[in-house]
């Protein structure tokens, strides 16, 4: 799951380069969350850095849709054809700069759920190999080699860093503390305690495990408790509600004499409606899933 900003068509380095003269329009912040954000997801991007390339994309991409819908107006024959240009480019960039700025946190939550997703089955991974004698290092390789996802990936940089020579434990307490997801954040500062302490690491990783089960299952419990009214509502905009609408319809049109390219039209927004209504819906059970499944 590689970090790509949305609605650019270049690299993190050109788009770096390219920008550069609006990146200096702003000054460095502490304690950013962006800048947290863009560490996270290891783009060689600071707070400025990422700033510069919105502005740059906004002022670029204004200026193409400025020239497309002015053309387009002036065609047409539209009064004011460069006003209303301006207006709906200043409104599209606006958008497409917007979801740019929010897309460092977004990416930011799916490796988060990712990384949750298979917590669980790397540490029974784990736990076997502990069993089985195998040292915590080569465990974690084995781990970083594995289909584990986001999770393997954070692996990947702590074995990096072990084969340099820094300490297991340093390196796992650092990962804890860079970390956005809490239960990723807890397993390895549990790790890296036990490493310190010098305590039976298979005893650890199985309470992890113990607790993160706990933990799903009132996960579980409270995604149920959030999808009985998400299907009620469900129920009443996307069936009870289209169907009372059809029959309404029939009716209304019926009596008053609508035309028919009208009663098509009527007809063909309700569908739309309804489809629209059933695609916000899959999307709101999925954003609600718990990150733990």
Known sequence: MGFRIP??????????????PFSSWFRHKKDSSLEGYLKWVDVNLSREN?????????????????????IVFMIVGVGFFYLIGAGLAAVFAGFVSFSQLAYPKVFVSKKEKDIEKNLI??????SI???SGIPLFDILTNVSNSNY???????????KRIGSGEP???????????????????TLWQISNGLNAGSDMSMIIQDNIKTLNEEQMI??????NKLNPLIMMYMLISVIIPALSVSFMTVIASMIGLEENLTK??????????????????GMIKSKRPSLL
Do not use: C, P
């Open 265 to 282: 039209g009527a007809f063909i927004g309700l569908f739309v409606l309804v489809v629209f209504f059933q695609i916000m819906f899959l």
């Open 129 to 131: 190999q502990l069993n």
């Open 7 to 20: 609605f650019t068509s270049s690299g993190i380095e050109k788009l770096r380069s390219r920008s550069r």
């Open 168 to 186: 297991e434990a340093e390196v796992l307490a650092d990962l804890s503390a860079n970390s956005h997801s809490v239960f990723f954040k807890r």
């Open 149 to 159: 996802g986001e999770l393997s990936v954070e692996f990947k940089k702590a074995v």
């Open 219 to 224: 996960q579980i419990q409270n995604y149920g």
């Open 50 to 70: 990422y700033l510069g390339i919105v502005l740059w994309s906004y002022v670029n991409l204004f200026l193409i849709l400025f020239i497309i819908f002015s």
């Open 121 to 126: 089955f790397a540490l029974e991974d784990i």
